[in-house]
C-alpha cells in the first residue's frame, strides 16, 4: 500500500492510545532497500514493537492486527522486524563510508538526511511536496517516520546527490536542499524536527516563523549570548 495508507494506519494507532515500543514506517523505497535480501517490494512496510513483558500485550497485539487489517494492512511476520532489529545501525555505518575516508560511492557524491515534520492532516503533501522536490535533483530518495505523536509526525528523508565531479554534486545538493526547504513550507511543515536548525535550515526559519516569531528568537539570543559567540548563524536568519 502507499506511504499515505501506511501514515493513516500509525496515526489511528497513536491517537487510539497505543504505545508500541517501534513503530517504523518505511516508504516503498526505504523498504526496498533495507530488506532487499527478503524480496520485500511494491509497498510500505510498518515495523511495530511491543513491550513482551508488559501488562495485556497479548490483547495489545490483537488489537493491533485487527487495526491493520481493517485498514488494509498485512502482515509479513516477525523476521522482517527482527532482521530490522539486528541491523537497525547499518544506515549509520553506510554514512560513515560514503561520506568519510572511503567515500564508497565514489567522487562526485554526496549522501544526507533532511528531517521535517507536520500536523496529521498535512503529513500526506509534506511527504510528496518534499520527496518530489528531492528526485528533481537526487539519485535516491527514501523516507521514513520514525517519530508519530498524536498531533502529527516527523519525516526523515534520505537521499544520495551525484555529479560529474565534487563540484556539481554540491551544486545539485545546496539546490535540493533549497527546493526541498521551500516545499516543506509550502505543505505547511516545519523544517525543524529532531535534527534541530543549522547553515542549511536557518534560510528558512523566517518563511516559517514570520518576522515576530524571529524577532523573538533574537530576544531570547540577545538576553542569554549578548557577544553572540554561542553558534552564530546556525538558528537566527541575518
Excluded at 555505518?93 to 538526511?113: C, F, N, V
Excluded at 526559519?205 to 530576544?219: P, S, Y
Aim: glycine residues 12%; proline residues 4%; charged residues 25%.
Amino acid at each position: 500500500h502507499s506511504f499515505d495508507s501506511g501514515a493513516a494506519l500509525v496515526r489511528e494507532i497513536v491517537q487510539r492510545g497505543f504505545r508500541p515500543l517501534v513503530m517504523r514506517l518505511l516508504d516503498e523505497s526505504e523498504a526496498s532497500s533495507s530488506f532487499a535480501a527478503h524480496g520485500v517490494t511494491g509497498g510500505s512496510l510498518l515495523i511495530l514493537g511491543l513491550d513482551e513483558g508488559a501488562p495485556a500485550v497479548e490483547a495489545v497485539r490483537f488489537e493491533l492486527r485487527k487495526l491493520a487489517r481493517d485498514l488494509g494492512a498485512r502482515s509479513l511476520g516477525p523476521d522482517l522486524a527482527q532482521f530490522w532489529w539486528d541491523h537497525r545501525g547499518d544506515a549509520v555505518a553506510w554514512y560513515d563510508d560514503a561520506m568519510g575516508q572511503e567515500r564508497i560511492l565514489g567522487p562526485g557524491s554526496i549522501a544526507d538526511t533532511l528531517d521535517v515534520a507536520a500536523i496529521w492532516r498535512r503529513v500526506p503533501r509534506l511527504y510528496e511536496l518534499v520527496r518530489g522536490a528531492l528526485l528533481d535533483h537526487a539519485e535516491t530518495v527514501a523516507c521514513r517516520m520514525a517519530s508519530p505523536y498524536s498531533s502529527g509526525a516527523g519525516l526523515t528523508f534520505s537521499f544520495v546527490v551525484r555529479g560529474s565531479d565534487d563540484r556539481e554534486a554540491e551544486r545539485k545538493y545546496r539546490q535540493a536542499w533549497q527546493e526541498a526547504g521551500g516545499a516543506c513550507l509550502q505543505a505547511g511543515g516545519t523544517i525543524s524536527h529532531q535534527q534541530g536548525v543549522g547553515l542549511l535550515k536557518v534560510p528558512f526559519m523566517a518563511g516559517e516563523m514570520g518576522e515576530q516569531g524571529v524577532e523573538a528568537l533574537r530576544a531570547v539570543k540577545r538576553g542569554l549570548d549578548p557577544a553572540g559567540v554561542l553558534n552564530p548563524g546556525k538558528l537566527i536568519p541575518s
